[in-house]
């Protein structure tokens, strides 16, 4: 798990810089210990050869000799107060040694060349740090002590040891390789936590994803408890997903078998029909059949049509021929259409005309198209003796057009997706589950607004509110956001090519509504 993806990369960036940056500043605090350590002896020593300076100019009085300084030399290493902290060596001007504070002779052997250094440097002193004869580390500063003269009267010789301060030194730097260690492991541990809260649901997720592409919208991601985070966010937008997927190909599927439904119900009474006929029949049943065809074939020719259309507005190829229409006029010519259907299922249509609306801007064709599919679904779902009721009227610049019916109504949790493309309230009933999303997306195309009330039992009333050519004159950014002049020069090279047998349904279609 943690060796690939998002854990190998957080291991190489997080984990590498992090140990880099520890090992850098270990090392810096080492070097940075270390020096201030030596410094400090350093300057304490440096301390005493001052001190050693003022015990020999407040002794000498006059001019010293060589007997002086050996003797005051001696008297000042038998009086030493830190003869354990450190050494005190009193060299003559010849280079012997004279006394020590530890009371042995010295190593002969041991080169001084802190000693050699002082002899030449111009302030009498001379500084050495290295490893003595025995291996123990050391650190030594000589003071060279001249009589006015300028001669070398002798010198006095200071040795500490560093075993001490090393020790020291390697105790601190230990502990900060430790502490680095354990913010180290502290680090991966919290990472590894971090991670597993991260990578586990991250795959589920995409396993989830793989399943659900696969066509499995049943699956679901166990989201994280008591998580309120992005990938708690993230997994019930999945699941919501799936769901949505689920709902939507069993909608489609739902869609498929009513169209199907819907096409082979009209084509089998064609068909019956036109055997019975090529059979022969009397006049009477002739002009039944044709009449049953005529029908059947209009009806055939509006699901074409309501297909068609919605496959347009599902890929942006809706075209609009805007024009000034009046909007009572066109309302009209509707409602006459379905006079005779009111009469033939005994139900009672109810239009108040209002002459004195504004005009809109619209397709005349597309908004008797959005007037007929309401219409259609208020007798649909409306029984015999019930009302339907048409009525328009101004408001704040829209045109608000009105159709209500005292049919059986929209239960509450299908209201809000009844506009949705495939969707069905009632399975039962006949219809694509189309007709009110091709209506919404028709009234968005005239920037107006489809609303839709309801309860069960008592009846639907759906809106449609257009704006006004006033409203829109007053308002020039709305017509800036679409095509409102229709140009008649556009390219029409993404339309299917009109064949001489599309000509030929269209001369029978045509011919078939005048018989009628």
Known sequence: MFLKGVSRRWLINSIGITLIILIVFITAMSFTIQSYTYNSINQVLTGRVNELLNVFSSTAGGAMTPSDFAATSRDYIENFPDKNQMEIMSISRRGEVLATSTGFAPDRGQSMPDYQAALQSADNAGYWSGFLGTGEKAMAITRVVRDDDGNVLGSL????????????????ITSLILAGLFIMLVIILSGIYFLRSIVVP????SDTARQIAHG????????????????AQLCESINDMAGELGASEQMKNDFISSVSHELRTPLTSIKGWAETLREGADTSTSERGMNVIIRESERLSGIVEELLDFSKLQSGRMKLSLRDLDISSELGDVVYMFTERAYSEHKDLSYRDNPDLPHVMGDSDKLRQVFINIMDNAFKYSGTGSTVSI?????????????????CGIPEEHLQNVTKKFYKANQLARGSGIGLAVVDEIVSLHHGRLSISSEEGNGTTVTVS???VK???????????????????????EFPKITDEDLEKTKLFDKIKLDE
């Open 471 to 493: 409203y829109l004159e007053a308002h020039p950014e709305i017509k800036q956001e679409s095509s409102f002049e229709h140009k008649l020069n556009e390219d029409t090279s």
């Open 466 to 468: 257009l704006p006004s």
């Open 202 to 205: 991250i795959r589920q997720v």
């Open 216 to 231: 499995d919208f049943d699956v679901r991601i166990e989201s994280p408890r008591n998580r309120g985070d992005e990938i």
């Open 391 to 407: 009525e328009a009227a101004e408001k704040d610049g829209f045109i608000d057009v009105s159709i209500s019916d005292t049919g």
């Open 157 to 172: 010789r200071y040795i500490v040891s560093m075993e001490r301060a090393d020790r020291q030194i390697f105790i601190i």
